[in-house]
Each structure stands twice: as structure tokens, then as C-alpha cells.
């Protein structure tokens, strides 16, 4: 599959094409790691459990656990993936 001439993933468990990803800030991309000034993401241990939750958790028990993942800002949230590059 291709997303805009790069090869992407296929649609999965893991994968979700028309939202694959939350933004530079989440991914180590921002001059400030992490979502606000000051804090980093990758270094909070909430988020490492909720992460760690997710990647082991049962299909029945994901639905409660994607939840609480951190979404797009309110401004980015139907941008369209035609319209990223």
C-alpha cells in the first residue's frame, strides 16, 4: 500500500491509514519532546503503561484502552491525507 507515493502499511490492528499519526510532537519530532513544553512523553510512566497495556491488551479489551490515547489537536483532527504534503 501506498500513501501519497510512500509505502505504508496495510490496514491492521496496529494500523489506522486515514489517521496514522498524532503529530511531530508526539513522535520526537518538535524542538520539545513530548506533548507540552517542558515534559516528555516517552519518559512519563503513565503513558508507557497505557502503551504497554495496548500493545499486549485482548481484542475485547482494546476498545476501553484506545480511549485514553491522545488525539490530534481539535485543529488537525479532519484534515484530510490528501492534504498533508
Known amino acids: 500500500m501506498e500513501v501519497n507515493g510512500v509505502p505504508w502499511f496495510a490496514p491492521g490492528r ?6 496514522p499519526w498524532l503529530g511531530p510532537e508526539t513522535h520526537g519530532c518538535s524542538t520539545v519532546p513530548g506533548q ?6 516517552e519518559m512519563d510512566p503513565e503513558v508507557m503503561k497505557l502503551a504497554l497495556r495496548i500493545t499486549f491488551a ?11 490515547v491522545p488525539r490530534r489537536p481539535w485543529y488537525a483532527r479532519n484534515l484530510l491525507p490528501d492534504r498533508w504534503f
Open 14 to 19: 496496529w494500523v489506522e491509514v486515514s489517521d
Open 36 to 41: 507540552a513544553a517542558g515534559t516528555t512523553m
Open 58 to 68: 485482548a481484542d475485547d479489551k482494546l476498545s476501553n484502552l484506545l480511549r485514553r
